[in-house]
């Protein structure tokens, strides 16, 4: 199965060795090890709970997007809404349009559910770029603050500045199919 294909870049399912090659891409990056992570998403997908979506150039995977069918955490939990979770494109991959070809898969799936699709974003300049890239692809804060985990940050409360502090955006898709 393609999800997209064009002269450079190809969007497929994950595949089993999508596991290691990541983990260690990311290790490479200074990252915590992210293999038992993989390894769910790819079960996920396997079991129907979760689509991944992987981008690879040639034959090397070079950035993956996951997708739930519905929200487990944050302001849309249970809600039957949508959510793109852990989007990631490798640096050496970066502002070629690979993350919106990705996007776009994951959207296109998210459309024949809902009118809408959700998404978390850390708080920190590493979450810079995808900061913009979801503003110019049209979504917007759900308007519910900062979460920290899956709670919700009162005003004034403490935090830290590190993957688990999120704002949650919200894009209306077209009319379901």
Same mark, same amino acid.
């Given at each position: 199965?393609?999800? $997209? ?5 190809? /969007?497929?399912?994950?595949?089993? =060795?999508? /596991? ?20 769910? +998403?790819? @079960?996920?997908?396997?079991?129907? =709970? ?13 950035? +993956?997007?996951?997708? #739930? ?31 919106? *070809? ?6 296109? #799936?998210?459309?024949?559910? =809902?009118? +809408? ?6 708080? $920190? ?18 308007? =519910? ?6 709670? *919700? #940050? ?6 830290? @500045? ?5 704002? $949650? ?7 379901? #199919?």
């Amino acid at each position: 199965m393609t999800y $997209y294909q064009d002269n450079e870049i190809c /969007i497929r399912p994950m595949i089993e =060795s999508d /596991i290691a090659f990541f983990a260690d891409a990311f290790l490479q990056l200074g990252w915590d090890d992210r293999q038992a992570t993989l390894a769910v +998403y790819f @079960n996920e997908q396997n079991s129907g =709970s979760r689509a991944v979506f992987v981008a690879e150039i040639g034959v090397e995977p070079v950035g +993956y997007v996951t997708l #739930l069918p519905c929200a487990t955490e944050g302001p849309f939990a249970d809600q039957g809404l949508p959510e793109i979770k852990d989007f990631n494109v490798l640096p050496p991959f970066r502002r070629r349009g690979i993350g919106n *070809h990705l996007m776009d898969c994951a959207e296109a #799936l998210a459309k024949k559910q =809902s009118e +809408y699709v959700t998404l978390a974003v850390g708080l $920190y300049a590493g979450y810079g770029s995808a900061q913009r890239m979801y503003v110019k692809r049209g979504y917007i804060p759900d308007g =519910s603050g900062l979460w920290y985990g899956e709670k *919700h #940050l009162e005003p004034y409360e403490d935090c830290r @500045n590190d993957d688990d502090l999120n704002l $949650y955006f919200i894009k209306r898709l077209a009319a379901c #199919l």
